[in-house]
């Protein structure tokens, strides 16, 4: 009898422990790179209990009690104060590409046995997007960006829609030694590109990250010194929470005009006494740029109009000429001189036409005959002329001989 109880007691172990072996805990944990990783674990404590955590089988760290000194490399430890309370979880410093893997943490105590399973997956999320027109005589778009793991996927689009095969990016992907990955993407803005806003879609970490950056180069404006222009720029729709910047781009030196907030409603303003952005419009998305008292060379350029939220950044590009008024005006003299001068012409041919005509002119010619010097031909024109013009002025009923 009592043989049996143990046989039957010794089978129960033997099932229990198979249960175990069965049905272990897996958790799935994903960790940043160079950050701090908790690995979780959780156990029935008792008066004795030994924590081991093996990676790949390989052993890490094992603890003989509680109170005891933990025998651990470098990069791994418990939370001695959490241990007593059942929590074995493993804090790993610093963690690096080589951590990913398999562990196992068994805490073997004078009840039984547990033991729990992470799979750790390490990923080094992506930390910005940058959109630019790189090469400006080509009009080449770059999209970039780097120190991505796992690889990340990027796409182009346009607003409004154009098909892919008018853009034809080029698109490289390449990692480096310590396995992170950096994706750059060009391509050529199709001709009237003023029409079109450039969207560059990021998707990372297993496409649970979206970053996104848009562009548009509107068409090219023109100010006339000392007067006033409004350099026009919206956020797009779905954007509430951004900052907004202007620079201003001239031989190369870029320089910020102003930063707004929406979230502080605050702005900054270095160009207070030229520039500004009205603040209620501002909060509801429109960013537009008001420039007064324009200056000749000093004020012409590009104007980079940019908001920035949370993983989204849309840019606008706008080229500024300035034209004097002082050619204005000289032209506008040219060209009211050249009118005078060819309405003269045409009244004085109209003129001339109308006194044959008429005979008036013959006339003339006969009476003045006998005063006329031979050396005074030119007062004599332009005493025509006169004449001519009096006549013409003068009711021609009453001219007639
Ligand atoms: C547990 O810790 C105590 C004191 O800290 C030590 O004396 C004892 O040997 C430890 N037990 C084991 C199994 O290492
Ligand atoms: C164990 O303790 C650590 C440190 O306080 C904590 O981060 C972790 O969430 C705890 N784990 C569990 C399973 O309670
Ligand atoms: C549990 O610890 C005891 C001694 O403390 C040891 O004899 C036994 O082999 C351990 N079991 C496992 C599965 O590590
Ligand atoms: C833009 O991308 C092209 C091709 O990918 C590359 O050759 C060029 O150096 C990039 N320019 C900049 C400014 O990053
Ligand atoms: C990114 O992920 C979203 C949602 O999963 C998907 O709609 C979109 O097409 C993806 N974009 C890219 C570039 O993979
Ligand atoms: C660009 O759009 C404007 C109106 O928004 C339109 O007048 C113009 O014809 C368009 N240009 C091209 C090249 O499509
Ligand atoms: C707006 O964005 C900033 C950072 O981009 C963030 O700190 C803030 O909490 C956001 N505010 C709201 C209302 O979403
Ligand atoms: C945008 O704001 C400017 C003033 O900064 C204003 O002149 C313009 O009318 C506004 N545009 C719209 C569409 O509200």
Redesign the pocket.
């Known amino acids: 009898m009592v043989g049996t109880q143990v046989w039957l007691y010794t089978l129960l172990g033997i099932s229990v422990l198979v249960e175990a072996k069965k049905n272990p805990e897996v958790h799935v944990t994903t960790c940043l790179i160079s950050g701090n990783c908790?690995l979780?674990?959780?156990f029935q404590p008792s008066a004795r209990d030994i924590i081991s955590w093996y990676r790949q089988e390989v052993l890490l760290l094992s603890s003989s009690n509680h109170s005891s000194q933990l025998q651990h490399g470098e990069r791994v430890s418990l939370?001695e104060?959490?241990v007593a309370?059942?929590?074995?979880?493993l804090?790993l410093n610093h963690c690096t590409f080589q951590d990913r893997g398999k562990y196992r943490c068994h805490v073997n105590s004078t009840v039984t046995n547990q033991e729990s399973f992470v799979l750790l997956r390490v990923e080094a999320p992506m930390q910005f997007l940058s959109l630019k027109i790189a090469q400006p005589e080509i009009q080449q778009l770059n999209c970039s960006s780097q120190g991505i793991y796992p690889a990340p996927h990027l796409q182009w689009s346009t607003e409004p829609p154009l098909p892919l095969q008018a853009l034809r990016p080029i698109t490289r992907m390449a990692a480096d030694r310590s396995g992170l990955y950096s994706v750059r993407s060009s391509l050529t803005m199709v001709g009237s590109s003023a029409n079109y806003t450039y969207i560059c879609t990021v998707n990372a970490s297993y496409g649970t990250q979206t970053w996104k950056a848009s562009l548009r180069k509107k068409e090219d404006m023109t100010g006339t010194v000392g007067q006033a222009l409004t350099i026009p720029c919206f956020a797009p729709r779905d954007m509430t929470n951004f900052t907004l910047t202007w620079t201003f781009m001239r031989d190369q030196q870029p320089s910020t005009i102003l930063t707004y907030s929406s979230g502080t409603k605050e702005m900054n303003n270095d160009w207070s006494h030229q520039a500004r952005v009205d603040k209620t419009q501002a909060r509801s998305g429109n960013g537009s740029l008001r420039l007064w008292n324009l200056m000749n060379q000093e004020n012409a350029g590009t104007y980079t109009c940019t908001f920035s939220a949370t993983q989204s950044t849309h840019t606008v590009l706008t080229s500024i000429s300035i034209i004097s008024t002082a050619k204005a005006t000289s032209y506008a003299r040219i060209w009211i001189i050249t009118l005078v001068v060819i309405a003269l012409f045409l009244l004085g041919i109209a003129l001339l036409v109308y006194a044959k005509q008429k005979g008036v002119f013959y006339s003339w010619r006969l009476m003045s005959e006998p005063a006329d010097h031979s050396e005074a031909g030119g007062t004599t024109q332009m005493q025509t002329m006169e004449t001519e013009q009096a006549t013409a002025s003068a009711d021609p009923d009453n001219s007639q001989p």
Do not use: D, I, Q, T
């Open positions: 908790v979780p674990c959780r939370f104060e959490k309370s059942g929590n074995a979880s804090l």
